[in-house]
């Protein structure tokens, strides 16, 4: 489901479940929680690349897993994504997301885990979790307002809307946006020119800029984690759920 792939001093991490639009389930996350200690590991690598195989960068965590969780099963899977995501955005080396297409939910909060996002003219972003009856659950209510703002954060997360990669790059989700068929070149361009720089000098930039943005965060994801196991004690994540893996009309929501 994840694949490296090393070229000189940078390596590509590819989401590779495809048939599912990379969505993330458990397994899933403990590989990207696995392979980002393997990179960790690896001395030679300066810089990280995270793109999506297929159509997708990923499309939201996997729904059929979430479905039929209680409360404290869902604050659990909230805080398996909070392992594997905050493992890569402590990676000492760069990262840098190359959005090749939809990144939604999980997606969407996986990219704000990276140090610099370019995006293709495809990519879709979001977070819809309140249309399913629950809370973003992997970061995105603490990463998406230190991104782009409060207010801006509270509009996406509350509306549950899906933008399009050039109003990302208005709002500063993203830096960058290319054609679909450059996307890869350019990060990898970018990803070699940040690697020809001093290795400790560019690992010391990072972390001094990452110790400003991060105050907090290890308690804040906490109580995210608390918000997002309580909405699977509803009947409203239930019924949105279950319609979504029935791909049937979304219900009604009764505050249940």
Known sequence: MIKLEKQGNIAILTISRPEALNALNSAALDELYSTALTVRRDSDIRCLIITGEGKAF???ADIA?????????????GLK????????????????????GFALG?????????????ASEKAKFGQPETGL????????????????????????ILTAKMIKADEALEIGLVDHVYAPEQLMDEAIALANTIAANAPV??????????????AALAWDLGFEADMFGACFATEDQKNAMQAFVDKAEKPAFTGK
Request: net charge positive; aromatic share 4%; glycine share 14%.
């Open 106 to 118: 999980g997606g969407c909060e996986l990219a704000l885990c990276a140090d610099i996002r370019l």
């Open 81 to 100: 994504g909070h392992r594997a995501f905050c493992a890569v955005e402590a990676l000492p080396i760069p990262v840098i997301a190359a959005v090749n």
């Open 201 to 214: 000098a560019v690992r010391n930039s990072k972390s001094a800029i990452r110790r400003f943005t991060g």
């Open 58 to 60: 990923v499309a939201g």
């Open 133 to 156: 009856g629950i809370t973003p659950g992997f970061g995105g209510t603490q990463r998406l307002p230190r991104t782009v703002g409060v207010s801006k954060a509270m509009e996406l």
């Open 65 to 77: 897993e979430m479905q039929g969780l209680n409360a404290e099963e869902g604050r659990a899977f």
